[in-house]
T-cell receptor
Framework: KNQVEQSPQSLIILEGKNCTLQ??????????LRWYKQDTGRGPVSLTI?????NTKSNGRYTATLDADTKQSSLHITASQLSDSASYIC??????????FGAGTTVTVRA | KAGVTQTPRYLIKTRGQQVTLSCSPISGHRSVSWYQQTPGQGLQFLFE???????NKGNFPGRFSGRQFSNSRSEMNVSTLELGDSALYLC?????????????FGPGTRLTVL
């Protein structure tokens, strides 16, 4: 069973609207959690990286939250733009030097 | 600062052949990790090299191997190619060990096995 579960698998939103992506994990011991954006045919680009002590981190219109107690994270996209159409991948790192990847959420922004 | 570069960008091979992919990390980065990405499986970790030593290895058969040179450049080799090896192969670099440091991905090598 995958240690990092993302939901929804895909979503479609209208330009200008907000959306929230979810990431639940069971990885232990926890080191940090990362969100990546991957455009079609390109390598992933880091959006945020959060350690145990961080609850919220923003990168422009992207805001990630982390609840280490419930092992949940979310990525909120504000005022979506067409360029936000991409796959968003949640990655959890453990203290034993391993990374666990979620399957990703595909976001499509429509005009 | 130049980003992570991967060569070649596209490759077509036939079953049974072998292939070598190359990755040049960001200058100063000592960790290079490799990933396989397919539509059905998502991103899967192959291995990580740090200062020429393999630190971590994913659950891939021995046909997948890699190495890192003293200048941190890395190569990945796949022998006896199978149809299922068709994928986007991504390399990422980080300053320190990848689990504690932000990693930067290259554009990938698209491998097609016929």
């Amino acid at each position: 069973k995958n240690q990092v579960e993302q939901s929804p698998q895909s979503l479609i939103i209208l330009e200008g609207k907000n959306c929230t992506l979810q990431c639940n994990y069971t990885v232990s011991p926890f080191s940090n959690l990362r969100w990546y954006k991957q455009d079609t045919g390109r390598g992933p680009v880091s959006l945020t990286i959060m350690t145990f002590s961080e609850n919220t981190k923003s990168n422009g219109r992207y805001t990630a939250t982390l609840d280490a107690d419930t092992k949940q994270s979310s990525l909120h996209i504000t005022a979506s733009q067409l360029s936000d159409s991409a796959s968003y991948i949640c990655v959890v790192s453990s203290n034993d030097y391993k990374l666990s990847f979620g399957a990703g959420t595909t976001v499509t922004v429509r005009a | 600062k130049a980003g992570v570069t991967q060569t070649p960008r596209y490759l077509i091979k036939t079953r049974g052949q072998q292939v070598t992919l190359s990755c040049s990390p960001i200058s100063g980065h000592r960790s290079v990790s490799w990933y396989q990405q397919t539509p059905g499986q998502g991103l899967q970790f192959l291995f990580e090299y740090f200062s020429e030593t393999q630190r971590n290895k994913g659950n891939f058969p021995g046909r997948f191997s890699g190495r890192q040179f003293s200048n941190s450049r890395s190569e990945m080799n796949v022998s006896t190619l199978e149809l299922g090896d068709s994928a986007l192969y991504l390399c990422a670099s980080s300053y320190g060990v990848l689990s504690y440091n932000e990693q930067f991905f290259g554009p990938g090598t698209r491998l097609t096995v016929l």
